[in-house]
Structure formats: C-alpha cells, structure tokens
C-alpha cells in the first residue's frame, strides 16, 4: 500500500509511524484509518520490530476525527459514526493495545478528540512542553470515544476525568504529567533526543518479558488479586524460559552489560 496520509518505516528495531496531514492537524480521513491499520499489521508481522513510535507531522500530533468529512448541512442524511467508531476508532486502539512491545507516543503538539485518547491507549505517552490534550467531544455535543471514557478515569481518577470530559478544556502537557495522565512532559529542545532515547531504550530491551508486562498490567483492570497472581504465575514461568531471562542472569552473574535479543 502507498501511504498517502502517514508515514512510516521500520529500522534497526524501531517501527515510526507519524500521522501526517499538518495541514488539518493530522486528523483521520477514512484513508488515513485505512493506511494506519496496514501500518499495524506490518508493525505485528515484522519480527524485527521492537518497539512502535506513533507521532504527529507539524504543529499538531492529532485532532481526533476530519470534521469536513462529517456531512451537517440542514436535510443531508447523518453519517452513522458508531460505524466509523466500529470499523476505525475501535480496532486501532485495541490494536495499540495488543501489540507485543511498547508502543511509545510521542505527542508533538495538541492532541484532541479522538487523537487525545490514542494516544492514552498507547503504552508511554511522552509530551513536549508546548504539547496539550482536549476532550474536544464536550465542545460539538459527542462523548469520548477512542477509549476516553476508560482510560480517563483509570488514569487520572473520576473527578477530573469528569472535568476533562464535561468541559472540554485544554490541558496542558504539564498538568497531564502532574496529573499523571502521561508518563513525561519534556522541554522541546529535548522532545526529539528524548523520543529516540526512550526508542533506542526499548529497541534492545527484553521485549518478550515487556510485552508480558504490558498485558498482564492491561488484564489487572478487571482481574481480581487473585486472577492477577495466576497471571502473573503463568505469564512468569514462559518469560523464565526465554533467551532474554538466560542473558539478563548471566549478565548480572558477571557484571556485564546484558545484550537481549527479545527472544
Ligand atoms: O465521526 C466519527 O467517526 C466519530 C469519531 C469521533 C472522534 C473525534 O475525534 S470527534 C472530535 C473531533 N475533533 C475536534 O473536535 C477538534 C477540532 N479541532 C479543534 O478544536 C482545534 O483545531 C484545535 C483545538 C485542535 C487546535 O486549534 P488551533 O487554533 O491550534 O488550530 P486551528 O486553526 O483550529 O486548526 C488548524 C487547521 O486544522 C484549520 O484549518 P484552516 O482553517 O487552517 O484551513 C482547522 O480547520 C483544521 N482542523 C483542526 N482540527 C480539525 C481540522 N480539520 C478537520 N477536522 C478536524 N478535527
């Protein structure tokens, strides 16, 4: 497929997927959804990647949903956005979701609507300073989709998940730090060099024993203690037959560095 709206390679372990229609702050078309979703499953299949960027082209990292897309003259016939939601908003972020290796959101610039909430369903959002996130739902009569109303109140706690919704109000990517909506807020100078760093990180980590991780911390959201320590038991006794686990002793019995190869 020739990608028109993102773009996207894979190197040295690092799948980059950057959003990229700057012009209308990267917002999705249906071609986009479509581009993203071949994306993914290229991101999947590759045994090579290791870790997953998403970010935005521009001044914007995204802004959910192409309103000119939305047809609301007086007389035209709706379109149905449940079946948008269903065929686009739904599968990207449970892709997101099960992708195994952490998937790192580097959120360049405002981030709303829909695009807010992809980039909470990835694994580590990291933030420039100048960077923000609006519920914009509250401001044209919708509700949070693309998993906002689950991962807001998981995040942040429901009185301000609540105000974030209700209101519709910019937050910065300061306060999304503090308020521990994202793992980092960082200076702008430092966005890029950060990002790369925190790839480069992941690109030679025990990928098989994050994913593990990843998985097992989603599933703690509707376990119960005691379902989370069999998934813990079980998911422990693979990972304590990988490659990685027998290079990571070994590199601590004799004081080296280990080198993992995410098998
Ligand atoms: O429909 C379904 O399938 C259901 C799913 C819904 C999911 C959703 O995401 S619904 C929510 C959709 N998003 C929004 O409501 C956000 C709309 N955008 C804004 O509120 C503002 O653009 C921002 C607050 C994000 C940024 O404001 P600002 O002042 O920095 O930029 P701007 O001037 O508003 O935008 C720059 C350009 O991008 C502008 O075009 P122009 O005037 O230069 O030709 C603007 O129209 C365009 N743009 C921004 N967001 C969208 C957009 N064009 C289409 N759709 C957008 N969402």
Known sequence: MTYQSILFGIDGGIARLTFNRPDR??????????????????????????????????????????????????????????????????PLVLSLRALPMPVVCAVNGVAAGAGANIALACDIVIAARSASFIQAFARIGLLPDAGGTYFLPRL??????????????????????????????VDDAEFVSSTDAMLAHFASAP??????????????????????????????????????????????????LPKFTGR
């Open 156 to 185: 942040v706690g429901s009185a301000r998940a609540m105000g974030l919704a209700l209101l519709g109000e910019k937050l910065s990517a300061e306060d999304a730090e503090r308020w521990g909506l994202i793992w980092k807020c």
């Open 207 to 256: 990928t098989r024993g994050l994913a593990a991780t990843k998985q097992a911390l989603q599933l703690s959201a509707s376990n119960t203690l005691e379902q989370q320590l069999d998934v813990e038991r079980d998911r422990q006794r693979e990972l304590g037959r990988s490659d990685d686990y027998r290079e990571g002793v070994a590199a601590f019995s004799s004081k080296r």
């Open 25 to 90: 702050l990267n917002s999705f078309t249906e071609a986009m959804h479509a581009e993203v979703r071949d994306a993914l499953v290229h991101v999947r299949s590759d045994a090579t990647v290791r870790t997953l960027l998403v970010t935005g082209a521009g001044r914007g990292f995204c802004a959910g949903q192409d309103l000119a897309d939305r047809s609301v003259a007086p007389g035209a016939e709706p379109v149905d956005i449940g079946d948008s939601i269903e065929r686009n908003y739904k």
